[in-house]
């Protein structure tokens, strides 16, 4: 049996991985293996390895021994030593990386380095922040890549890679968004004791290379959320840096009853909160994909995910700046954007995957990679 290893850092990863984990354990002909660690490890954040401990894998490493500081450059270095030892010992097939965060790119860099294939979920995708120089560099290291759509797929031939590694997946998430299993909203409810009818969900993420001015982007959201005239669900930004400042700032309102803030959400809860919400707002990838998938408005807040969409694409999107007379404005308008429109996949991501394992080639392919010159 070939083994697979799933890195997962995060409670947003470990959303687009879990249905691709759950098809590979299933399987016959394939051993999952699901390497844990970053953010998930990290008490503020909610703990979260409880949760994957509790999905019941047969093979799950936590990375206890990891150091989680608040520079992402010695994480990444951590990661990659911890992560060697790991797979040195385990000798797997294939890693399986998402996405942009430094877990991925220690996975790459290990497997890259020691002659394992890498398979990329949701490379050729754009961000607006430090995020996509790792996309880009996990790409390129990768030698497999599982995309979310076609022109995801033609911004890695721009970046040289070989067509025939390419293979369109779409957003394994959509999976589990479809699922006929999701709680029910009461359900959700009452687990995290939700008492609103009509409400907002807030997450909102430190952009690292605007560190100078998320103390006061922070404060002019929450201004705005606070004068908005709705409840709110809030969701703690995940651990990069500058974290703790918007930590910092939900403290302060932690005894308002308008608002319920939580460090972390189980992912099928999350989904079915988001199902049900009168919007989202904040600078969250999930504003981007998930909201178009269930049709829910949502207001991107200034440059994290700069280029990932087309508002006249993606209809129930409205982009703003982090001023709070923009965000109130584009609040005001809300029940304008119930539009839904996902580019990123229709659901058969989990079965997709499996077919592209069953083909030979990609256990055939070479490790050494070529850049493919367009100009030739």
Not at 282 to 310: F, H, K, L, W
Not at 344 to 354: D, I, L, P, Q, Y
Request: proline share 2%; net charge negative; aromatic share 10%.
């Amino acid at each position: 049996m070939r083994k697979i290893v799933f890195i997962t850092g995060t409670r947003a990863d470990y959303g687009k991985l879990k249905a691709l984990i759950q098809k590979v354990e299933a399987s016959e002909s394939y051993e999952a293996y699901v390497y844990v660690s970053g953010m998930h490890l990290v008490e503020t954040f909610g703990s979260t390895y409880h949760e994957i401990l509790k999905d019941g894998y047969k093979n799950v490493y936590i990375a206890f021994g990891l150091v989680n500081s608040k520079s992402m450059s010695y994480n990444l270095g951590d990661v990659i030593c911890n992560f060697t030892g790991y797979v040195k010992n385990l000798h797997p097939d294939l890693i399986v990386v998402h996405g942009d965060r430094v877990d991925a790119l220690a996975g790459a860099i290990v497997g890259a380095l020691n002659n394992i294939r890498v398979a990329h979920i949701e490379g050729g995708e754009l961000s607006g922040t430090i995020d996509e120089s790792i996309r880009h560099a996990v790409s390129k290291l990768s030698h497999i890549h599982l995309v979310c759509n076609t022109e995801a797929k033609i911004r890695l031939i721009q970046l040289g890679e070989e067509e025939r590694r390419i293979h369109v997946l779409g957003s394994p998430d959509i999976d589990i968004m479809n699922a006929d299993n999701l709680p029910t909203i009461e359900e959700a409810k009452e687990r995290y004791g939700i008492p609103f009818c009509n409400y907002g969900v807030l997450m909102y993420h430190p952009v690292t290379t605007e560190y100078g001015i998320i103390s006061q982007n922070i404060k002019n959201v929450l201004s705005a959320v606070r004068n908005s005239g709705y409840p709110y669900v809030i969701i703690y930004p995940n651990n990069d840096f500058g974290a703790e400042i918007i930590i910092n700032e939900y403290k302060k309102m932690e005894n308002d009853k308008k608002y319920r803030i939580f460090s972390s959400i189980r992912f099928e809860y999350f989904l079915t909160l988001l199902k049900y919400a009168s919007f989202m707002i904040g600078n969250s990838s999930a504003g981007i994909r998930e909201t178009g998938v269930y049709g829910i408005p949502a207001i991107d807040i200034g440059s994290r995910q700069y280029g990932r969409y087309d508002v006249k694409i993606s209809k129930n999107i409205q982009h703003v700046a982090e001023k709070e007379e923009d965000i109130l404005e584009a609040v005001r308008h809300i029940d304008n954007y119930r539009h839904v429109s996902s580019i990123f996949g229709s659901g058969n991501s989990a079965e997709r995957f499996m077919e592209i394992l069953n083909m030979g080639e990609i256990w055939d392919i070479d490790i050494q990679k070529y850049f493919i010159d367009i100009l030739s």
